[in-house]
């Protein structure tokens, strides 16, 4: 027991101590099962498809579920990366990693959207030539909504 000098008098202090155990840090192998555990979960659940119908192709759905996985593969890398970078005391590495992570999902989100778009486009032209629409299959440039068409009839 450590002592201190009060008015000369040697009075008997205290000192905390720490719990055993604590403060220690965990090593970045221990997270490893606990990831792969969400990544298998995460793969072997699946969303209802929100492209179910005759207007839709196998093809859409097939690229809705490539998609899906894409979103989920990268959720997983993020949160190995916001694990990884918890062990970092200063923050810059959660710093970092938040905002690659946010860079990297907001370019998916583009990357996507592009790429349903344009396979949605071209299962609705195969739907209006399948059931004999043939003007719209054929007139890409639709006037805007309110304007008359140049030629004078209706679409």
């Known amino acids: 027991m450590k002592h201190k000098t009060v008015q000369g008098a040697r009075v008997p202090v205290r000192v905390a101590t720490r719990p055993a155990g ?71 590495g959660s710093l970092v990693a938040s905002g690659v992570g946010m860079a990297a999902r907001n370019a998916m989100m583009v990357r996507a959207e592009k790429r349903m778009q344009a396979q949605v486009e071209k299962d609705n032209q195969e739907f209006y030539r399948r059931h004999g629409i043939a003007e719209v299959a054929e007139a890409e440039e639709l006037p805007p909504k309110g304007r008359k068409p140049k030629s004078g009839k209706a679409p």
């Open 22 to 92: 604590y403060g220690r840090r965990w090593p970045a192998a221990a997270f490893v099962p606990v990831l792969l555990a969400g990544g298998v979960v995460a793969a072997c659940t699946s969303t209802p498809s929100t492209f179910e119908g005759p207007q839709y192709s196998d093809e859409t759905r097939q690229m809705e579920k490539e998609l899906a996985a894409e979103a989920t593969a990268l959720g997983v890398a993020q949160g190995a990366a916001g694990i990884a970078a918890s062990f970092d005391r200063t923050g810059i």
